[in-house]
């Protein structure tokens, strides 16, 4: 059974926050306090994560597939589902497989591929994150460092220990698993089935998932709104929570 914060309520619309590769359900923490006065909110552990158990197979397929079990088993109809990165993969995977399940969906800081075809940018992106570990540095070693370099311009202190602390709690074994996982995910050709409305938030100073591939990604869904933040990097949640939520809150009040 998956962990996962809630403030589960019956009858109230259910909104579901899947995290990124290097946080938990700890990150959504500001939007379940914001988002809980009206709706279901519940912010889910990734297998492996947090408090949940480690999966017999790591893969994109079986995240999305685990969750929407998850929430079967749980009598949730019609979600409202918001992935982060990684979280935003699943999201796509659920979408695409399960086109009828999720009322609406938000897609924060991600991509419908893994990178670009050149294999040497995939390599070098694994590397980058994965051979300080193999050398003997821990989760924690890596963390600061890590997270610095993901978000926006303005290094909030705040914002990097917090985001820290979570990619500190992670075991090697579930982050090297959850990074590996990312090669072979491609649901560009996908992308044109879905047809729930969808909203995608980018941050303009975002590396990892960049704005244009975003906007991008937008024009191939045929019920979807588009919007770039700026001065923000991969972190958008955290980095600018009052525009991220009044975006979403808005987006869900217009379906």
Request: glycine letters at 4%; charged letters at 20%; aromatic letters at 8%.
């Amino acid at each position: 059974m998956l962990n996962f914060i809630s403030n589960s309520v019956e009858n109230k619309k259910a909104i579901i926050f899947i995290h990124g590769i290097a946080s938990t359900s700890e990150t959504f923490k500001n939007q379940i306090e914001i988002f809980k006065k009206d709706y279901s909110v519940i912010s889910i552990d990734l297998p492996g994560y947090g408090k949940s158990p480690e999966p017999l197979e790591v893969s994109i397929t079986n995240y999305a597939e685990t969750i929407y079990k998850f929430l079967l088993s749980k009598n949730i109809n019609k979600p409202i589902l918001i992935g982060h990165s990684l979280g935003g993969m699943i999201v796509q995977e659920i979408l695409t497989k399960y086109i009828s399940f999720a009322e609406a969906a938000v897609l924060i800081a991600t991509s419908a591929k893994f990178g670009s075809n050149d294999l040497s940018w995939q390599n070098n992106f694994i590397n980058a994150r994965l051979k300080p570990l193999e050398e003997g540095k821990s989760m924690k070693d890596i963390s600061i460092k890590a997270v610095t370099n993901i978000i926006g311009s303005n290094k909030n202190q705040k914002i990097i220990t917090f985001a820290s602390n979570m990619m500190a709690s992670i075991s090697k074994n579930t982050y090297k698993s959850a990074i590996l996982s990312l090669i072979d995910f491609d649901v560009r050709h996908k992308l044109i089935n879905i047809a729930i409305p969808l909203l995608l938030i980018s941050g303009d100073e975002d590396k990892q998932a960049p704005a244009k591939t975003m906007k991008s990604m937008s024009k191939k869904i045929k019920n979807s709104k588009y919007i770039e933040i700026k001065n923000c990097g991969h972190l958008i949640h955290l980095e600018k929570p009052e525009i991220f939520n009044r975006s979403i809150k808005e987006f869900i009040l217009s379906l």
